[in-house]
């Protein structure tokens, strides 16, 4: 199956393209608008609108994968390791949910916190279900009550 990238490039499986996180990887598959990239032996779901084609000069100046950053902690500070599913369905958030956990690995991340909110409980009961299979997941729990109690998840990162 082939299909086109932000740029207009047709992007088929096989193909090598650079992410959003700036690493090489290669399209194992594609459904609708996003695609399935390996990058090292981390596999990436991403947009077919984030991925641009990567040129063969490029490949070569670009073979490594990015040095983790240094880990941080969850302060409330720190955005990056915070996603905020609020308002989404259980479909939308399946891919943010993906993504995220993907970057936070790449990054080093020690703990990342996801926050669902109380509602019916419907996305809570998703988070958990993600995130008891997820590989890049140890364990999770609910935040304490100085950050966010039950409608929050804090998951804790394999390193």
Known sequence: MAAAS?????????????????????????????AQVLVGNIHLREKLTNLQLAEA????????????SPARDIDGR??????????????????????????????SLPRVRIIHGFGTGALKNYVHHVLKGHPHVEK????????????????????
Request: no cysteine; aromatic share 6%; charged share 25%.
């Open 78 to 107: 720190d955005t990056d390791a915070e996603l905020n599913l609020i308002g989404k369905t259980t479909a939308d958030a399946e891919y943010e949910i993906d993504r995220f956990l993907d970057e936070a690995y790449m990054s």
């Open 6 to 34: 932000a740029d207009g490039v047709v992007l088929s499986v096989g193909s090598k393209v650079i992410t959003s996180f700036g690493n090489i990887g290669t399209v194992e598959r594609i459904d609708d608008d996003v």
């Open 140 to 159: 999770f729990a609910f935040a304490p009550s100085e950050q966010g109690g039950h409608g929050a998840t804090i998951a804790e990162l394999k390193q």
């Open 57 to 68: 000069s490029a490949a070569a100046a670009r073979t490594t994968v990015r040095a983790p």
